[in-house]
Structure formats: C-alpha cells, structure tokens
C-alpha cells in the first residue's frame, strides 16, 4: 500500500546505494511547504540535503563508525498533494507505517514541520509508549495558524494531542506566543530554551535528555532553525540565539546510540535562503552523525 504514495528520487542519500550491512533505516523525502506562512522553498529540501550528501565523506570521527561499510536506503519521495497538509499527513502516515511494519526506522527529510505529524502517528502506534525529543527554535503548538490546524505552526499541538504532550522534550525552544508557552506549561511539556542551555551546561542537557528517553522508544525531530541563522541561514522561519552545530551533533549522536531509538526527521531546510547549501550540507552531516551514533551502538552489542 505505501508504494502507492512513493516517487522514486533520481538521487540516495549519500550519492549511492549503499553495499554494506543493512543498517535497518529507510530514508523518505517529503518536499511539502503549502503551510510556509514567511520563507517558502522548504519543498526543496529532501532533494537539497541529497544532493548536499553525496559530496560528504561517510567517516564519523565522533563514533569512530565508517558508514560506508553499511546499507542505508533510500525509498524516495512520498508523492504530497501540495496545497492539501491533512492529505499529505495521511500518505506519510502510510508509508512510515510500511518502514515500521518490517521493524525498519525511518529517516524523514523534509519539507515543513507538518510532514513530521504523518511519520510520529505511525511510529506512535507501533510503539504506544513512545517519546520525542524535539530540537526546534518554535514551540509549534497553536491550536491553528491562519486557519489551517495541520499547519508548520500547529504540528507539536497536534501530535501532543496524539501522544501525550508529557511526552514531548523539546531542545533550543526560544520563539513561541505567550498562549503557547501558558499552554506547554499547563500540559506538562518539557523545554530547555538556548540561554537555559548554557546556564545547564552540555553534560547536564544530555543527562536529562537521557533520564527522559530511558527505558522508552524514542524519536528525534530536528527543526534546523533550532541551529544559530549564522550556521544555518535557509530555514523557513530563522530566530536568532540558536544552537551551534558541534553541540546539536554531539547530542543527536550520543542519543541515536541509545537503546530505543526508533526513527528521525530532519524538516525546513530551504535551499532557497542557503546561501552556499550550508544549511542542506550541516542537514545532511546531522543524518550521517546519527547513523553512526546508531551504528556504533550496534557494533557493540
């Protein structure tokens, strides 16, 4: 059934079919921005970050895992209806849920925050105890943005309602509406802003994160605003005071080598606010780190 909802890309992730060891992820491009309410072009990005892949070397100094000697691949792209969030949601939906039922993880590219609804409803219901850590500069919890509830600004609000929202951690949070922030305290949701971060400390975030995720499936959403508009400048929404790479890298790594990790998005790269492909290239090196941060967990059992 999900194959129905798939285009194949002229491009995989890394430039080339992998030869190795099966490594157990399925990337899936979304290219879906009909919500963008400031900076579109987000519909771009799954071909942006492919592309930016195929010219990084696969080799991870920070978990000493050589990628290349694994299989990572590429399914394509989910065939969106541009125009139509709820409809575009639903298919996503499908073919997660067609990774999931094979005990395979997905690495979704996107496209805006709303493709991420489809992937954590279908993770969701293979494992009903699930959590998300979310790095975002937005809380994305608005009941509605501009009349439209699947909307870029609504998408945590309608998976909380999903999920739980005790079960949403966001990361590098610093933008939102005083309602939102009323409402994510009222709902129990947990938040380190990027001031909070440094006031913690690295060790400290990670340890929390980690007390958060243990004992539980979890799934990673990147927002690349979450990163400084100085480190990646083609995002939808850019807020300064962000989050510098080596720190959003070393955390992504260290928690896809935990037990429990299940899948990953990484949305709004805009390729055209990226100057230079920065932001699709520090996207593509986010998903590379990850794997082998999972790889190296692998290898060690």
Known sequence: MEE?????????????????????????????DSTSSYIPGARFGPSAIREASASLEFYSFRSEVDLDRYSVEDLGDVAVVHGNAEETVKRVRT???????????PVVLGGEHTVSIGSLQALGQAHPDMVVVVLDAH???REEYLGYRYSHASTMRRIGER?????????GVRAASGEE???????????ITPAQLRRLG???VL???QRFVEGRPFYISVDMDVFDPAYAPGVGTPEPDGLEPWLVLD??????????????DVVETNPLADAGRTTATLAARLVVEALAGYAKNLAGR
């Not at 997660?96 to 993880?105: D, H, N, T, W």
């Not at 955390?251 to 990953?264: I, P, Q, Y």
């Open 139 to 141: 809380l994305d919890l």
């Open 202 to 204: 690295p060790r400290e």
């Open 181 to 191: 922030v009323a409402y994510a305290r009222q709902k129990g949701v947990s938040f």
């Open 4 to 32: 129905l909802y798939l285009n194949k890309a002229p491009m995989v992730f890394g430039g080339e079919p992998g030869g190795g060891e099966d490594l157990g992820f399925r990337v899936i491009g979304v290219p879906f």
């Open 163 to 171: 999920l739980g929202f005790t079960r949403l951690y966001y990361l």
């Open 251 to 264: 955390l992504v790594s260290t928690l896809a080598g935990l037990e429990g990790f299940v899948g990953m």
């Open 207 to 209: 340890r929390r994160l």
């Open 95 to 105: 073919v997660v849920e067609g990774v999931a039922v094979k005990g395979l993880r």
